[in-house]
């Protein structure tokens, strides 16, 4: 099958000499092919994808007729997943391994209906035209925050009115009191679940990367055009189901 047109490159903002550089990787390094094989398995392991494919299907009101676009696709479950559910899915990420490993997976499950393009919130692959749903799970926190309003505004413009974002990521309750203490429960919590490896790199997101609390994250979202229709936390995880 032909997939429909889009723009390759077409946000590329690369020339500002103020512009965030998102292809730089923060925490682990998913251009390490051995890291993707490793985060493959692991997901595969730690996670119920099919399920959560299904949940996002039913949270974007996906039918045969509708496009969507995953950013952030990483080894391609997802996308792999909703193509079954939509025409077509655009799945872009900024690591050409995390990339080149989803194609080939899509490639032996027979899935022709995934572009897979180079492509970031803040750069390179744009849909020509508005689509139906945009998804991403556990990529934005990539960006610091000012740079997370604006992969919003860039999201918002992608979408159809009444278009939906389904965003799932690490995002900290303001509702906290104690910090040291929810941090320790959720790090004993994943040692439980996923063992000392995925509890250290618990501690290096936590310490390193970009998520951020809940209040910022949904002025962002609101003040970017988008109307919050769901919110459901997962332990560590927050949920956004969000429409245009
Ligand atoms: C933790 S993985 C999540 C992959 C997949 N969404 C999942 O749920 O398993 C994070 C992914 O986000 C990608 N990523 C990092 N920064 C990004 C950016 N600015 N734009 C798009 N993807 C980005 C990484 O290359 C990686 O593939």
Redesign the pocket.
């Known amino acids: 099958m032909e997939p429909p047109p889009y723009e390759p490159g077409s946000a590329n903002n690369m020339n500002n000499p103020w512009q965030y550089d ?2 730089a ?4 390094d ?2 390490d092919e051995s890291e ?1 094989r490793a ?1 493959d398995e692991r ?1 595969q392991k730690l ?1 119920n994808l099919a399920s ?1 494919a299904a949940a996002i299907a039913q949270s974007l009101a996906l039918s045969s007729d509708s496009t969507v676009w ?6 391609g ?2 996308a792999i997943a909703l193509a079954r559910a939509a025409k077509h899915v655009y799945a ?4 050409p391994t ?1 990339l080149e490993y989803a194609r080939r997976k899509a490639n032996q499950r027979g899935i022709s209906n995934v572009t897979f393009a180079d ?4 750069s390179g692959f744009r849909p020509l035209h508005p689509v139906d749903g945009i ?6 926190h ?2 610091p925050d000012f ?1 997370k309003s604006k ?1 919003i505004a860039a999201i918002a413009a992608c979408l159809r009115p009444q278009g939906r974002l389904y965003l ?1 990521d690490v995002v900290f309750p303001s509702a906290t009191v104690d910090y040291d203490s929810f941090f320790q429960a959720i790090i004993e919590g994943v040692r439980a679940h996923a063992g000392e490896a995925v509890a250290q790199q618990t501690v290096q997101h936590i310490k390193t990367e970009f998520s951020t609390l809940d209040w910022i994250l949904e002025g962002m979202i609101t003040r970017n055009g988008l109307t919050v229709v769901e919110r459901r936390e997962e332990g560590f995880l927050s949920v956004y189901v969000c429409e245009k």
């Open positions: 998102e292809t990787q923060i925490g682990t998913y251009r993707v985060y997901m996670r959560e995953e950013i952030g696709t990483g080894t479950e997802c872009t990420d900024v690591s995390m492509g970031g919130f803040l998804v991403t799970q556990l990529a934005l990539h960006l740079w992969a799932r």
